[in-house]
């Protein structure tokens, strides 16, 4: 039989408040356990929440990125449930009424081998609450209670279920993790827990309407972990069917190193957790003013860049895409080429794309880290353009300024004229060499001139060798062309 996997996801995003969200408390990862807690996060008696309006600004900051609605009031209700780390008993979060409703994001990813684009549907983004801390390891036979995090804001996005493989999943989840960080709304640091994911995984014939039962893998941190729990739960599920059982609804952890799904406890259905609006928070209300001051603030949006890039540098939506996964790559791109002229975008993406790309991933360096400034690549693309260096030279001229990790703007000229990098473009001396490779090489003209076309590289080879790599090639090839018709 033929499966179909349906997957839908929950991203819950630290959002990048100075305080909590109900409290003036401030929100420091790392900090002494219990030190970040007021009497509002502990839930002491007499105590009322009042809410954060930077909360606000960022959740309505991210529904008009997605182009969701910002409803006008939203309600705050009391979740109710247990954990030692739930201070309250109750978390506060939004059920019925959230503060953004719909939306889509547009992502890309490789699918046979094809660069591919797909859009998914979101269902809401709602305003909540974070729990504390178990801690688990510190304690001999015994777990504490940390509540520095109790209060925490997040924003939880909530997708539809129309994921269909776990590539799709993580190019939904990186993403949706490169658009809050660009929006500024979160820091995105998964290992710091600002940016988690729980994923919804079901299975069912192929071809089938309804849905298979979910199961809801939790608290997932890393993409590679997302990809991997996909593709154990579905194999899980599979494997259930076909041997005669039935899939349980219940939530799970993924436990790498095992390669394994556990299952945590049943899961909970809405009414199980007894949802009823919160009696000390009165309803959100959000102006068409509020709004129209949260859009002006934004930045452009990755979208209209995508189209910004393919209008105005004529790039291809490939490289459209690529370039505007994050906003540091995009801000870096934009730089080099206000440097390097709008006739070099092109050379300035592939260069982004090959060769800076994968010497950042080598080094394991971010781009805002990295030691070749924008301007000093556009300077290098001016070089090649001109004439002065070429492709295979600039690579040696780009690893001399990574290495030299200089901050100078004559950086590119200084390391081609120390190292002697500068083709040969004189046309005296691009002659001389062509009259002894011709001279040299009688059995590959008379080809050439019988119309052998490949004898051509081969002589062209030869001139390059004699100039030791240093000869233009474009006016190399020009040169011995014009002789050879001669």
Same mark, same amino acid.
């Given at each position: ?20 969200? =109900? ?38 900051? =991210?529904?008009?990125?997605v182009g969701a609605k910002i409803a006008p009031a939203s309600i705050f209700a009391r979740k109710n449930y247990f954990y030692p780390d739930l201070p309250k008993g109750y978390q506060i979060s939004q059920f019925e009424d959230p503060v953004v409703i719909g939306g889509a994001l547009t992502f890309g990813y490789e699918k046979d081998g094809e660069f591919v684009t797909k859009t998914v549907n979101l269902t809401r983004a709602h305003l909540e609450e974070d729990a504390g801390k178990s801690l688990h390891e510190d304690y001999a036979g015994m777990s504490g209670i940390d509540l520095n995090r109790a209060g925490t804001p997040l924003l939880e996005i909530v997708s539809e279920p129309e994921i269909r493989s776990a590539a799709e999943a993580v190019a939904y989840a990186k993403a949706l993790h490169s658009l809050v960080m660009w ?39 890393? =993409? ?35 390669? @394994? ?26 102006? @068409? ?43 870096? =791109? ?39 400034? #924008? ?13 002065? $260096? ?12 990574? @290495?030299?990790?200089?901050?100078? @703007? ?49 002589? $062209? ?20 062309? #014009?002789?050879?018709?001669?």
């Open positions: 039989m033929e499966w179909e996997v349906v997957i839908g996801l929950e991203n819950h995003v630290q959002l990048t408040t100075e305080s909590k969200i =109900f409290s003036g408390s401030p929100i420091k990862f790392g900090a002494d356990a219990n030190t970040q807690a007021s009497p509002v996060d502990l839930a002491l008696p007499g105590v009322l929440p009042v809410m954060n309006k930077q909360a606000v600004d960022r959740a309505i900051r =991210f529904g008009l990125a929006l500024g709304v979160c820091d995105g640091n998964m290992q710091e827990g600002s940016f988690r994911c729980d994923v919804n995984v079901s299975v069912r014939p192929k071809g089938q309407k309804e849905f298979g039962t979910r199961c809801e893998i939790k608290n997932l941190n890393s =993409f590679r972990f997302i990809e991997e729990a996909v593709h154990v739960e579905v194999r899980r599920q599979i494997e259930l069917i076909e041997d005669g059982g039935k899939v349980v609804q219940a939530t799970r952890l993924y436990d790498p190193d095992r390669k @394994e799904t556990r299952e945590m406890r049943s899961k909970e259905d809405a009414q199980d957790y007894r949802y009823f609006p919160d009696p000390d928070l009165p309803p959100l209300m959000i102006s @068409e003013e509020w709004i129209s001051k949260v859009k002006a603030s934004m930045p452009e949006l990755p979208a209209a860049m995508r189209a910004r890039f393919v209008s105005e540098y004529a790039l291809p939506e490939y490289d459209s895409l690529v370039l505007t996964a994050s906003k540091a790559m995009a801000t870096y =791109f934009v730089a080099v080429v206000e440097k390097a002229g709008k006739e070099n975008a092109k050379a300035a993406a592939n260069w982004l794309m090959g060769d800076v790309s994968s010497t950042l991933n080598r080094e394991g360096v971010d781009l805002d880290q990295s030691p070749v400034s #924008a301007v000093q690549l556009a300077a290098m693309l001016k070089r090649i353009a001109d004439g002065t $260096i070429s492709n295979k030279a600039a690579k040696e001229v780009f690893a001399g300024m990574w @290495e030299a990790k200089s901050t100078d @703007e004559n950086l590119v000229d200084t390391i081609i004229d120390a190292k002697g990098l500068k083709q040969i473009s004189d046309t005296g001396a691009l002659e001389a060499i062509v009259n002894d490779v011709i001279a040299a090489n009688e059995k590959s003209v008379e080809q050439y001139r019988a119309g052998k076309e490949a004898a051509l590289n081969s002589l $062209i080879g030869q001139a390059m060798k004699a100039s030791r790599g240093k000869a233009n090639p474009a006016q190399l090839t020009e040169l011995l062309k #014009a002789k050879l018709a001669g």
